[in-house]
């Protein structure tokens, strides 16, 4: 399947998008061609739109169906095991072609442990029909692990504090601001205290063009939604996370002239996000972004008096503000790395 779309005389190929929410404030066209869209990507999947940036977990006993990976239609990826100990209660929202829905079931193993939420009824069905595959495929798989139901993310069919792990990819990124706020606001309203938020969107440095983000079919496909990574950061720690962990980020999209309605070439990265729960330190919330302290000093250990202690030559990872908080002693026998963009837990902040 190739659907094109005609714009300002440019062809546009669907080659990212996953079942995404559709809400009342949008206009009656974008409404219409979302739907067309979603519906056509749940009847006829199409392995060429697969746009994930992330591999494919590989896990002992894991057969995903074919259908599934064709239907893959996120940016990166949601399912980390360390978020999934003591079989958590998981909330997916954009349930697409079932694939991530299932890697949760697989840590997960309970009766109604997964729940997920999709607006598209084709999608819906879709994603019930792959899980019975999965099922036939997969000794393991009970169909009854995953609950799926019809809602939106800004007003989730979901009871307050009861979820340990919720997801969205390639979703949220579709969403102006107010929409964006809300379906967040949904998510922290959802979650246990301390409960996890994971999220893969694109992210983008350079200024959209207003001709991009005004468009509804670009938003559709995941392109001119986009926002700088602080920004969208700052809107997952205002709603009140007071962690926030970058996982990844990795090369996403180009939008040039050729293609796009574009003066410059744009660069989209993708981004693995993770949200918690936990209260808001009175500085501010702690961000992960990769950054490690390392101090080489001749004392047995560094201590800043903050919680902080160093040992001589063992990296600990720390959140950015810790980072700037130790740059600014100016030790010359302190060292504070730049931003990895690929934090994977320890440290402290």
Sequence with gaps: ?????????????????????????????????????Y??????PDVGLCCTTSPIWQLPGLDIPSIMLEMNYGCGTTIHPRDLVNNPNILYVGVGGGMEVLQFAYFSRKKGAITGIDLVDEMLQACDDNLKIAEEKNDWFKRDFVDLKKGTAMDLPVED???????????????????????????????????????????????????LKNDETLRALCLSGALPLQEYIDRITDIGFGTVEIRAK???????????????????????????KDPMPEDGPCVFTGKSAIYFGKDEYFDDGKGHILIPNQPLA????????LASLERDDLFISGSTWFYDGGGCC
Excluded: W
């Excluded at 714009?7 to 995404?20: G, I």
């Excluded at 379906?183 to 207003?210: F, I, N, T, W």
């Excluded at 720390?318 to 908080?325: L, W």
């Design 161 to 211: 504090e009861s979820i340990d792990v919720a997801a969205q990819n390639c979703l949220f990124n579709i969403f102006k601001e107010e929409e964006l706020n809300q379906a967040l606001k949904e998510m922290y309203r959802v979650l246990k205290p301390h409960g996890r938020l994971v999220l893969s969107d694109p992210v983008c440095e350079q200024a959209m063009p207003e001709n």
């Design 250 to 276: 990795r090369p996403y999209r180009i939008l040039d002239a050729n293609n796009y309605p574009v003066d410059e070439r744009i660069y989209i990265e993708s981004v693995e996000v993770a949200a918690i």
């Design 1 to 37: 399947m190739l659907i094109l779309y005609r714009f300002n005389d440019y062809n546009f190929q669907l080659d990212c998008f996953t079942s995404q929410q559709i809400f009342k404030s949008m206009t009656k066209s974008y409404l219409d061609t979302a739907a067309d869209v």
């Design 318 to 325: 720390v959140c950015d503000k810790t980072a700037g908080a």
């Design 39 to 44: 519906k056509k990507a749940a009847e006829t």
